[in-house]
């Protein structure tokens, strides 16, 4: 079509396939097929599938289509391309039923073209059954078209119009008034971990605030750090890093109640009989809750629950249900969040595919957890874009805030490279409608950070450094000044959060302050002079 990217997704199974997005693309259905009819494959058998011909190397494509099973009531079901006989790739997952259609979406980008391309269906585990899809769709978009889809979107969440009228104690209007308008504060948090390295370091403290407006503690509120030994609490350090958050407008993440991973559960809580880890995993929960009452903006639950096991294996299936349960009632404002990596980051992880995470919020929910955040967090090693908005475009369908909560770039990868792939990842964040909020994992230390730090020990930018300054420069509203026009009246776009006006006309001056929060309409502010 005309280039523009179609960002609806469905995470429901429905009695029957909606029609192919952008009419099928350039799936090109031999005999004049229709781009909504079906096709069946036995797994392990590529016939029949999409032969593609010609993919560009760095061409954005995104892949769709509605997906049925026979055989089996429910399988993981992978979309996987086959370039050139090279090996295949992931490219979309989702998890199919018999008695329903399931909706699939993802994409790719090639590192190099290819003449002849195969894209397959193929159940996660192999075992044989039919699997049929319909209203299958692969759109190309170039780069260009790419980031016109993300300043889109920019224009219309991310920004504001706004107008200045100016008029004196009568309502008459002013013409030619000079006006200036500053942003003082950014209303889309943006921000990063912080350690204890920050407690007594004015330079850092300083570095810190002057770029962000959110802020979530690296280790400092995980068990293992607030009760080392059985009963031992210790919320020093954190009590201090909160009161750096306090003394400047910076939002903090609680993170994390609880962790299911083995390796982070504090040594004393393994070997607890189930009796006594139920108790100390209540006095846990109280103990931090009723501390911080109030203080943090969110809490990450049970971290990374998809991958791991520790206490549900030991308190049984509801174990989270209860732990969200408790931490509703102890503070009540903090929005309660999943927090779970590998839903965007790859296509691969089979433990935590969109549809897993989808599946585990929804039964949270039904069983009254009050679960309303979507922690995502954006371990990235090379992204692969249109999956990442894709993943987004699916999880958007739940209408619950979505953070990126822990984003970084492996560091496998050079500095420069670092950089390039951090980029393309905070714009497809920034940019995304559903996304409310991003945290960079880049907490510093001096012996470096966990896999990127923005800066060296001296606050000395890193090429990833650089890319952060310059988005931050990007998103937010220059020193924006003019006259007002014919109708006393002067308009600018802005981005969202706090501004201060000031209007000088003949020999007085006015300076007022005003907010562009989320609209669609021109936010008009009238100044007297």
Not at 115 to 126: E, G, K, L, P, W
Not at 289 to 297: D, K, N, Q, S
Request: proline share 4%.
């Amino acid at each position: 079509a005309d280039g523009w990217y179609d960002y609806t997704a469905h995470t429901d199974c429905r009695g029957r396939p909606e029609p192919a997005q952008y009419n099928g693309g350039i799936l090109k259905y031999g005999n004049g097929d229709d781009p909504n009819g079906y096709k069946t494959t036995e797994t392990g058998v590529l016939s029949p599938a999409f032969v593609v011909y010609n993919l560009n190397k760095s061409t954005m494509y995104t892949f769709s289509g509605w997906v049925k099973l026979e055989g089996s009531p429910s399988a993981l079901i992978t979309a996987r391309l086959a370039p050139d006989n090279s090996g295949t790739r992931c490219i979309g997952t989702v998890l199919a039923r018999s008695d329903c259609w399931a909706f699939l979406k993802g994409g790719f980008v090639l590192d190099w073209p290819t003449q002849t391309s195969v894209i397959f269906f193929q159940n996660a585990d192999r075992t044989p059954m039919k699997i049929t899809t319909a209203s299958a769709s692969l759109q190309p978009f170039t780069t260009e078209q790419w980031s016109m889809h993300q300043k889109d979107t920019i224009r219309k969440r991310r920004k504001r119009m706004a107008t200045i009228h100016v008029a004196d104690p009568h309502g008459t209007r002013v013409v030619g008034a000079s006006v200036s308008v500053q942003q003082t504060s950014k209303d889309f948090p943006l921000g990063s971990a912080i350690a204890s390295t920050i407690l007594g370091n004015d330079a850092y403290q300083k570095w810190f605030v002057d770029r962000f407006n959110a802020a979530v503690f690296e280790d400092e509120l995980k068990w293992y750090s607030t009760e080392p030994a059985s009963g031992l609490l210790r919320f020093d350090v954190p009590d201090q890093m909160l009161a750096f958050v306090r003394s400047h407008r910076v939002m903090v993440r609680g993170h994390n109640i609880f962790w299911e991973n083995q390796d982070a559960t504090p040594r004393w809580v393994k070997g607890l009989s189930p009796d006594d880890l139920r108790s100390a995993v209540n006095t846990r929960i109280q103990s931090l809750m009723t501390r911080y009452r109030g203080e943090f903006a969110h809490w990450d639950v049970n971290n990374e629950m998809l991958h791991f096991n520790f206490y549900e294996q030991r308190l049984g299936a509801n174990a989270t249900m209860e732990f969200f349960s408790v931490a509703q009632d102890a503070d009540p404002l903090a929005t309660l969040f999943m927090n779970e990596y590998n839903v965007v980051e790859t296509c691969d992880d089979a433990s935590s595919t969109v549809d897993a995470y989808v599946a585990r919020l929804k039964d949270l929910r039904a069983g009254g957890a009050v679960l309303e955040g979507i922690g995502l967090e954006g371990h990235f090693s090379k992204p692969n874009i249109p999956y990442m908005r894709a993943v987004l475009d699916k999880l958007a369908t739940l209408n619950l805030p979505i953070w990126f909560t822990e984003i970084d770039i492996n560091n496998k990868f050079d500095a420069q490279t670092q950089a390039v792939y951090l980029e393309q990842v905070l714009r497809e964040a920034y940019a995304h409608p559903a996304v409310s909020g991003v945290m960079l994992w880049t907490a510093l230390h001096e012996g470096g950070c966990y896999q990127m730090c923005l800066t060296d020990w001296n606050l000395k930018n890193l090429p990833v450094g650089d890319v952060v300054d310059r988005l931050l420069q990007e998103w937010q509203t220059g020193q924006v000044a003019g006259p007002t026009d014919a109708h006393g009246a002067y308009s600018f776009s802005g981005y969202l959060g706090e501004y201060v006006v000031t209007v000088n006309a003949g020999n007085s001056s006015k300076q007022s302050t005003f907010s562009l929060s989320p609209g669609d309409e021109t936010r008009h502010i009238t100044v007297q002079i």
